[in-house]
């Protein structure tokens, strides 16, 4: 029961998780692998290494590459990609969101469209009101929605899969966990991590 | 003349450039692209940007995580890997001897049998004896070549290179940059990086 499922742990700030959450569940249905999805936030463990924000704006070069690599990836994928501003957004009411969809089975469909209005459409995800627009334009009761990212548990359940992340090695995102333990970072290691999944029992 | 053409970014200490070093010539023969071998060091790059050793030493997590994922990767290039002592591992001497090889044409096949040394082997590649006993092995006469590397143009010429990597966007390795300036950093770009160079005129 717990094999052929691959958890995948991404931040809504990460621009590779976009690249990740667009392709995992067509990759992931073709072996077939189950996915977990589950957001979390990166702010915490980078400030536990002594980053008060993104690696990509600390380290000017590697940011430099990083916008150029994505928009290659980008394009090699057939996707859309903007740079936001600001950068890296807050994504902690989006990953509430995201959570406030588990129960309800729209979670990656929430995802997905958040991910493509802040690196397909250059939107600032941190606005309330962008994220009621996406919630409505993949049919959620937006306020019903908003309303329960208030729930104290809730809150804690994003807390919690930070620290699952933390405990599982976790120090970027996308990462992937498999079943026995394995992990796998970065959209790159995508394939990989499905593969490992599969075989794993 | 000047396309076709890939310049490949290596430091000695660099685990994923061994990765690299092992499969660019396979690679690049059956595009075909033309690799001009780079050494560099990557040390005063990593100074620049406030560290002072690897920064899978610097980060713990991460660093767990990259001797889990060479380890996985060598398995499915069918390489051999180990954990040198210390890590990393000094390649100042490795690397002018790298160059002494560029006239003589033996470059590339001294860089695989030190990268063998190190990460296959686990030998101390700061260790001059270590580096003759390679010379040896791909029939360099040792003694010879270690005289060259005290030759004051030679030790110019790394310096160089890492100027040349470092006004090129390389902020790490292996990194490989085309005819036209595009930059891709990382064992997991090689292949499009061949692609990109093989389309450039």
């Given at each position: ?20 959450a667009m392709r995992i ?55 859309p990609f903007m740079h936001?501003?600001?950068?890296p957004q807050n994504g ?110």
């Amino acid at each position: 029961m717990n094999g052929r499922r691959l958890t995948f742990y991404y931040d809504f700030a990460s621009t590779y998780s976009y690249l990740s959450a667009m392709r995992i569940e067509e990759l992931a249905a073709r072996i077939p692998v189950d996915v977990a999805w589950k957001p979390f936030l990166l702010g915490p463990i980078f400030k536990a290494q002594g980053w008060d924000t993104s690696p990509f704006n600390l380290y000017p070069q590697k940011g430099a590459y990083m916008w150029r690599d994505m928009q290659r990836l980008a394009d090699a994928y057939d996707l859309p990609f903007m740079h936001p501003e600001p950068f890296p957004q807050n994504g902690l009411l989006a990953a509430r969101l995201a959570l406030v969809g588990s129960d309800a089975g729209w979670t990656a469909q929430f995802t997905r469209a958040v991910y493509f209005a802040e690196f397909g459409a250059a939107k600032n995800i941190a606005d309330p009101e962008v994220l009621k627009a996406v919630l409505e334009t993949i049919g959620v009761d937006a306020e019903a929605a908003m309303w329960e990212t208030r729930n104290e548990a809730l809150k804690q359940r994003l807390k919690d899969n930070g620290a699952d992340a933390e405990r599982q090695g976790v120090f970027g995102a996308p990462s992937f966990v498999t079943p026995d333990g394995e992990l796998f970072w970065g959209n790159d290691r995508l394939e990989a991590a499905l593969d490992w999944a599969a075989s794993s029992i």
